[in-house]
């Protein structure tokens, strides 16, 4: 379902399949875990991100972060924009985190670009799936050969 | 200029380098929990003040700032080359502005959303804190490891 395209030629905003939201967030590696907190904003932390079918892995210290989440429901956001088109797309995972054994990830090179131990890895297994997408208006050729 | 590291090697920044960070950028993003689950949009920010305004068409985001309801805010930057970043989060509280000065007086300023519809609702976040974290760079070099070690 998208905004409908009308004869407007400005951006409209389309609303994306969960399909085309995995593979958009398949293509980045960077992304924000939102965390709720009992009657406190949540904690929004960017991580190092790879993908697994449709699980999101990344690496955590034994810290805050994990501790937060557990039984906690979890957000992923990923998003990407062109300050020169002025477009861009925004895509919110929410789920179940846990964190993975090594089987689980072993398999996988995940990435992280805060030092220290990151022995920890945490899968978040997607629920709901929602993306957005600005749409810039198509360049048309008109049947008159020309613009 | 910081405050030191905290246990995971990250350096502290201090209020006024998150707000300069902040407003030397103006992509964001909004935290907030709506109906237990956590959600996070992106939005096109000013700084103004010590508080950070954006433009919204109504929808969660507006519904959230009729009920005061706590918010984070939060900007970060990576650089792939260094694989250094930056992250900074505000905590806070957000409102619509309502005055009718205000509203003019924030209409004149840069402040633009790039999605398309009728974003005339200004929604302002009244800061309680702010914390900004950056990798180091070279971190694993500098003998800083998680733990404070």
């Given at each position: 379902m998208?905004?409908?395209?009308?004869?407007?030629?400005?951006?409209?905003?389309?609303?994306?399949?969960?399909?085309e939201c995995f593979q958009l967030v398949a293509s980045l590696s960077i992304g924000r875990v939102a965390v709720g907190r009992h009657e406190e904003p949540p904690l929004v932390v960017p991580v190092?991100?790879?993908?697994?079918?449709?699980?999101?892995?990344?690496?955590?210290?034994?810290?805050?972060?994990?501790?937060?989440?557990?039984?906690?429901p979890i957000s992923f956001q990923v998003d990407f924009v062109d300050p020169f088109?002025?477009?861009?797309?925004s895509v919110l995972v929410t789920g179940v985190a846990y964190e993975a054994t090594p089987v689980e990830v072993e398999h996988l090179t995940v990435e992280s670009w805060v030092g220290g131990d990151k022995e920890h890895c945490v899968r978040v297994m997607p629920m709901t799936v929602s993306g957005r997408r600005i749409r810039l208006p198509e360049i048309r050729m008109s049947d008159r050969g020309y613009l | 200029m910081v405050s030191g590291h905290?246990?995971?090697?990250?350096?502290?920044?201090?209020?006024?380098?998150?707000?300069?960070?902040?407003?030397?950028?103006?992509?964001?993003?909004?935290?907030?929990v709506h109906l237990d689950e956590p959600m996070v949009f992106p939005v096109n920010y000013l700084v103004d003040g010590r508080s950070v305004v954006f433009r919204t068409a109504p929808g969660t985001k507006l519904a959230m700032a009729g009920t005061a309801g706590p918010?984070?805010?939060?900007?970060?930057?990576?650089?792939?080359?260094?694989?250094?970043?930056?992250?900074?989060?505000?905590?806070?509280?957000?409102?619509?502005?309502?005055?009718?000065?205000?509203?003019?007086?924030?209409?004149?300023?840069?402040?633009?959303?790039?999605?398309?519809?009728?974003?005339?609702?200004?929604?302002?976040?009244?800061?309680?804190?702010?914390?900004?974290?950056?990798?180091?760079?070279?971190?694993?070099?500098?003998?800083?490891t998680a733990d404070g070690g």
């Open positions: 998208s905004t409908p395209a009308d004869d407007r030629s400005g951006p409209t905003l389309e609303v994306m399949s969960r399909e190092n991100y790879v993908l697994d079918g449709e699980v999101i892995v990344f690496r955590s210290d034994p810290g805050t972060k994990v501790l937060a989440l557990r039984e906690q088109h002025q477009t861009g797309w | 905290d246990e995971h090697g990250l350096i502290r920044m201090e209020d006024d380098e998150c707000w300069e960070f902040l407003a030397g950028h103006s992509l964001g993003r909004v935290g907030l918010v984070v805010f939060e900007v970060d930057e990576a650089t792939e080359l260094f694989e250094t970043g930056t992250s900074v989060m505000v905590q806070g509280t957000m409102h619509e502005v309502m005055s009718g000065v205000e509203k003019d007086r924030l209409a004149k300023l840069p402040l633009h959303a790039w999605a398309p519809g009728d974003r005339d609702h200004i929604i302002r976040i009244e800061p309680d804190g702010v914390s900004g974290r950056q990798i180091p760079l070279h971190h694993q070099d500098d003998g800083v």
